[in-house]
């Protein structure tokens, strides 16, 4: 069995959907390595170095520039492929490229969706007319959460047959490279550690957590944010509400060392917004 793996949004770019959109072709070709993977993306530069130790993976990639010039390279990427599946793990443009082409070279194909690029209904008449037909095109659509896959039955009345829930997952702690997260913070073994993880803009919610936080008598509670990004008016707020105690910023942290703060905490949070 050979898969077609297609992005544009991939490592060394930062983020969830980039981790995911590499993870997802690494870790199936070392479970499986007698499938043959192969990965193209399109970055916005025209040229990329390869950051990543990824031996296993064939990835082809490509400048990010016009529709027609993405389309192009998808049609002949899948024509030329041989692939018995094409999977998207972006929605648009690349993923209605890749439906298309599929349809027309009678391949299954495969939608990987993460919620605000499927559900929301902001744009023109011409979006949401090219976000159903996408939708409609793929044979199976993989949703991130019950919620997610409610909304597109609901707004795209698509086949319930054709989507299914799959969690992301996470990868095992090495046992060699445990990091002592609440001992490095001080946090006692009563404390009850809310947890958040992401890059530090308005629209992920953080000074909600943080109000919130403050809301709670119970000073054993306390928030762990990690990730880079603006935090100025997050410290401010801290600062003048007295909560140096219970709010602390780990700042940017390697990815390997990432699920060591899981593991310090008992609640992951991101009252994110849209």
């Known amino acids: 069995m050979k898969i077609g793996f297609f992005s544009d949004n991939f490592p060394p770019r930062l983020g969830g959907v980039a981790t995911y959109s590499f993870q997802l ?9 007698e499938i043959k993977v192969e990965v193209t993306v399109f ?17 082809n990639r490509f400048p990010k520039q016009s529709l027609i010039n993405l389309g192009w390279v998808i049609f002949r990427a899948i024509r030329k492929g041989n692939f018995d599946v094409v999977h998207a793990t972006t929605f648009f443009p690349v ?6 082409f599929a349809k027309i070279f009678r391949i299954k194909s495969c939608l990987t969706v993460y919620g605000t690029e499927v559900v929301t209904s902001r744009g023109s008449w011409i979006t949401k007319f090219v976000k159903r037909v996408t939708l409609m095109m793929f044979d199976y659509i993989a949703a991130f959460s019950l919620s997610t896959k409610q909304v597109m039955l609901d707004k795209y009345h698509l086949n319930p ?11 095992p702690l090495s046992a060699s490279s445990i990091y002592d997260a609440r001992k490095n913070f001080g946090f006692l073994e009563s404390d009850f550690v809310v947890l958040f993880v992401g890059r530090l803009v ?20 306390k928030l762990l944010f ?7 008016l997050l410290e401010n707020y801290v600062r003048e509400n007295n909560l140096g105690q219970r ?10 060392e990432i699920l060591n703060y899981y593991q310090a905490a008992q609640v992951f949070s991101m009252p994110s917004f849209f």
């Open 25 to 33: 072709p690494y870790f199936l070709k070392e479970l499986r390595p």
């Open 43 to 59: 970055d916005r530069q025209s040229v990329v170095s390869e950051p990543l130790d990824a031996p296993k993976l064939t990835i």
């Open 95 to 100: 993923g209605f490229f890749v439906a298309l």
């Open 161 to 171: 047959g054709k989507v299914s829930v799959i969690y992301p997952c996470i990868s």
């Open 202 to 221: 308005e629209r992920k919610g953080a000074l909600d957590l943080i109000k919130a936080i403050d809301q709670i008598e119970d000073t054993g509670v």
């Open 226 to 232: 990690v990730g880079g990004g603006d935090k100025g």
């Open 247 to 256: 709010v602390f910023f780990a700042g940017s942290v390697p990815h390997e």
